[in-house]
């Protein structure tokens, strides 16, 4: 339980949530469930099955993932500031978790957020785009948690974050701190080096002028993430690999996101 160790005071609220649940829990599963809980809130028809699947396992405990959402906001909502335009909280927190020896399978240590503001703030093509900071697509091939996307989208904000990472569990907190952030882009899970290898993907915040600013996300195919395109783009024709001909792909696009009324966020 969280309170076998010292977690950082920031996530004091985090803590708190946690010790909640009762003894035989594991923080890495609640971590793990809590992230597929807040991914399928952010969904417009949400995820039924897994509503009652975590009610089942959870019984009376299911309600403290609530609890745990709300321990997020606040925790961003405090380390939140002038000085600070974003804050990974989910990232802090799996880095404390994947520490313990019986979670050592997440073993997940992410970039430092001052070397993440450092490393946005040298970025070449910013200097080459002049006053035009905006309508760059932005890519992050082994995002985490999103770190370094949210640092650059406050050293430049208005862009299109793209995120990609092999651990599910670093897609899914990719797409909930872009989206808390206000950022639009897309999460997709599979790996980085052979685009066509597509697991699951979000589009963050297709429709957030729409919706007043509350965030959310779209699932994605395989065709409409940013990934597969750019590759599919580039290698479009028929070539030859190890003396086998590679079949040309179909041409995609990205579709416009269509509002419809009456929509609005199903959490469970």
Same mark, same amino acid.
């Given at each position: ?6 977690? =950082? ?15 035989y829990w594991y923080d890495y599963d609640i971590f793990r469930d809590f992230i597929d809980y807040i991914t399928a809130s952010m969904l417009w028809e949400g995820d039924k099955e897994l509503a009652e699947k975590l009610k089942d396992q959870y019984k009376d405990d299911y309600p403290r993932f609530a609890d745990l959402f709300r321990a997020l906001v606040t925790t961003m909502h405090d380390n939140l500031g002038e000085e600070m335009d974003w804050y990974d909280a989910l990232g802090t927190l799996y880095e404390e !978790? ?61 862009? %299109? $974050? ?6 599910? !569990? ?9 989206? $808390? ?20 993907? %979000? ?5 957030? %002028? !729409? ?7 779209? =699932? ?28 040309? $792909?179909?041409?995609?696009? !990205?579709?416009?996101?269509? %509002?419809? =009324? ?7």
């Amino acid at each position: 339980m969280a309170k076998t160790r010292d977690f =950082p005071h920031a996530l004091r609220h985090f803590v708190k949530a946690l010790n909640s649940f009762r003894g035989y829990w594991y923080d890495y599963d609640i971590f793990r469930d809590f992230i597929d809980y807040i991914t399928a809130s952010m969904l417009w028809e949400g995820d039924k099955e897994l509503a009652e699947k975590l009610k089942d396992q959870y019984k009376d405990d299911y309600p403290r993932f609530a609890d745990l959402f709300r321990a997020l906001v606040t925790t961003m909502h405090d380390n939140l500031g002038e000085e600070m335009d974003w804050y990974d909280a989910l990232g802090t927190l799996y880095e404390e !978790i994947s520490s313990s020896s019986k979670a050592s399978f997440l073993g997940q240590f992410f970039t430092p957020p001052t070397v993440c503001d450092f490393m946005a703030q040298i970025q070449q093509p910013l200097e080459e785009c002049g006053d035009k900071k905006t309508g760059l697509t932005v890519n992050d091939p082994a995002s985490g948690s999103g770190r370094l996307l949210l640092a650059f989208n406050k050293v430049a904000p208005g862009n %299109y $974050l793209v995120g990609q990472d092999k651990d599910p !569990i670093c897609t899914k907190m990719t797409a909930i701190n872009l989206a $808390l952030h206000g950022c639009k882009g897309q999460a997709l899970n599979g790996d980085s080096l052979w685009p066509n290898d597509f697991v699951f993907g %979000y589009e963050v915040n297709p429709m957030i %002028y !729409i919706t007043g600013g509350i965030p959310h996300l779209k =699932p994605l195919s395989k065709e409409q993430s940013m990934a597969f395109q750019l590759w599919h783009n580039e290698n479009g024709e028929p070539k030859t690999v190890n003396g086998h001909v590679k079949e040309k $792909l179909p041409e995609t696009t !990205i579709p416009e996101p269509v %509002y419809m =009324p009456g929509m609005q966020l199903t959490l469970f």
